[in-house]
């Protein structure tokens, strides 16, 4: 029996780089690998008590390639240890799928053609097939197997919803609801909105109007264009709301369940009409078109308004930016110039003079004293022309004299000097004494 059981281990089975087990008991991950082409039976249920129990989520096999053969013991212990590397994606609600792709191949490092290539062949609809949520999807995975995961995550998910609510599940009715779900999540403001949109789809259709909304023509690479005049005379699709009646004939994003359930269950209001609030908080709804149109003037003057009191800058006057034959000084009234002048006085001594008028001062000056000296040397000169004879140089006599007046009062301030210092010594010498 162990020799058989050691064989049967040996034996090689096809497995996939990525494997998905979900949660559950041994029993229901084992028949979960058997209804995806794994073939185990018993055997593999005993020889997992002693291995150890399997993993839930993504299970990296640490394989080359997409497929490839490997023992049964192999891939037994890898289902109960290994993980796989996983990225976060979010497909937000009211996203398309060709934005979705986009991140899917970027983050989980997929091709993108081949992405795009088993999505066309996979979908059931153009949107709408994946769910609107966070993933946590393998990195290494390949296209059609993670595709096929979120496509049937999602049938599964539409199920349970549909069956709760209608107790049966129909494909095709439920992805009506979808649609209408679609064009709820593109123009609805908030999930308090959802049901008030949903109503006036349904008030539309009840009298045959066409539908006429800008979300619609946000479909596929168009998620986040501006809708235009052109946009709408250029685009023959079934999204074209403005040319077709009735709802698309496909999805035209991926949705949440709110969505679902305000197609589901739509507010029942007598609304035709809806426009965006100018500051962005929710739509205005109308009953008839004359209301509609009310609220549009509405909007009309409260953007003029807006446009005419906004706050413009007051232009200041700068004589740097004029040109030079226009520059002028800036008058100042007569009474701000008479105040400073005041100020000035008060503020400054009388023996401060102006710092702009002492050069020129000083100029004056020193122009009058060369103009004296000059004249006085003129006068000296005739003068001794005059006389015929030159004046005897007493300068050394009086030198003399000088420097015995200089000799007497130095003397005089020695001596005394010499008397000050000698008190000094004398009372600090009694000072000593006494202490």
Known sequence: MFITILFYLTLPIESKRVVFIPKGSTSNALSYLNQNGYSLNFVDRISLFFIGYPQSGWMDMGLKSDVTKMTKLDFLYKITTS?????????????????????????????????????????YKKDGNILSQTYNLPIGMNPRDLLLYLFQYTEEEYQKYSTKIFGKYNKEEWYRYITIASVIQKESASKEEMTQVSGVIYNRLAKKMKLQMDG???????????????????????????????????PVCAVEFEAIKAAIFPAKNSYLFFMKKIDGSGHSFAQSFSDHKANIDTVIEAKKKVETTEVTPIPIPSIVNKPKEIQKPIEKPKK????????????????????????????????????????????????????????????????????????????????????????????????????
Do not use: C
């Open 336 to 435: 701000q110039l008479e105040e400073k002048k005041l100020s000035t006085q008060k503020n400054t001594p009388k023996n401060m003079k102006n710092e702009n008028t002492k050069p020129k001062v000083e100029k004056q000056r020193s122009q009058e004293k060369k103009q004296k000296e000059t004249k006085n040397r003129e006068k000296s000169k005739e003068k001794e022309r005059q006389n015929g004879s030159k004046k005897k140089d007493t300068t050394p006599k009086k030198l003399e004299k000088q420097d015995k007046k200089d000799k007497k009062v130095y003397n005089k301030l020695h001596k005394e000097k010499e008397k000050k210092e000698q008190s000094k010594q004398k009372h600090t010498k009694e000072i000593w004494k006494d202490i």
């Open 83 to 123: 993980k796989a590397a996983l990225a976060t994606v979010t497909l937000v609600p009211g996203e398309t799928y060709y934005f979705f792709l986009n991140e899917l191949s970027q983050k989980l490092k997929l091709p993108r053609e081949e992405l795009f290539k088993v999505y066309y062949e996979l979908a």
């Open 216 to 250: 619609t023509l946000n479909h596929g690479e168009f998620s986040h264009t501006k809708v235009t005049p052109t946009m709408i005379a250029n685009d023959n699709t079934s999204y074209n709301t403005y040319k077709f009646s009735g709802i698309p004939t496909d």
